[in-house]
Each structure stands twice: as structure tokens, then as C-alpha cells.
Nanobody
């Protein structure tokens, strides 16, 4: 079965950087767009960004554009979320997902269990 396992979450201070990783198994990784989503308490799950199957194109939500970078390594079946200049409002559970179109949040169909990122002073 498809498994997506996130790691790298934690407690950081505003302005810090953090990199999340997602290890995929049970699917032909290079056939899928990969994305990151996040859900803060009391909020719906929001699309953070996505990356096309070969890594040549990415798309980001306005709230993270210029601060977050998504990359992937198809040889390792892994996708990453580099987060810089973290803000209090970035606090959320972060999920990776596999889907059909990197730019279409509705096309993601496999999900990880999430990893908590807390930005606090």
C-alpha cells in the first residue's frame, strides 16, 4: 500500500528555518506530483505548494512564496519542504501528498500522517 511518512517537524523560533522530509513507498514515485499541505488548529487544510513529477516546476501559496521551497529526489522517493523565515502563522500540522497535478489541490489522493511544526518564541 501507499505510504507517505513525514519527518523533520519541531519547535522553532520566528525567523528560523526548518526542512521537512517525506519518504514515499508503495507507488511509482516519479509518476506523481507531490505536494505539501498544512492545517492549523480550527482551520481547514490548506495547500502550501506542489512540485511536478520531474521537479522542473513548482507552485506555492501566496502566504509562503519566497520563503518555502519544495524539492524532490526521485532516486530516493523523497520530497522536501525547506521553510525559511518562519512566522507564528506557519504553525500547523504539515502533510505531504501524492497526486496527479502539482497545481491542483483536488488531485492529491495519497496522504501522510502529518508532522507538527510550531513557531513560538
Amino acid at each position: 500500500q501507499v505510504q507517505l511518512v513525514e519527518s523533520g517537524g519541531g519547535l522553532v523560533q520566528p525567523g528560523d528555518s526548518l526542512t521537512l522530509s517525506c519518504a514515499a513507498s508503495g507507488l511509482t514515485f516519479r509518476n506523481y506530483a507531490m505536494g505539501w499541505f498544512r492545517q492549523a488548529p480550527g482551520n481547514e487544510r490548506d495547500f502550501v505548494g506542489g512540485i511536478i513529477w520531474d521537479g522542473s516546476r513548482t507552485l506555492y501559496a501566496d502566504s509562503v512564496k519566497g520563503r518555502f521551497t519544495i524539492s524532490r529526489d526521485n532516486a530516493k522517493n523523497a520530497v522536501y519542504l525547506q521553510m525559511n523565515s518562519l512566522k507564528f502563522e506557519d504553525t500547523a500540522v504539515y502533510y505531504c501528498a501524492a497526486g496527479v497535478r502539482h497545481s491542483d489541490p483536488q488531485s492529491y489522493k495519497y496522504w501522510g500522517q502529518g508532522t507538527q511544526v510550531t513557531v513560538s518564541s
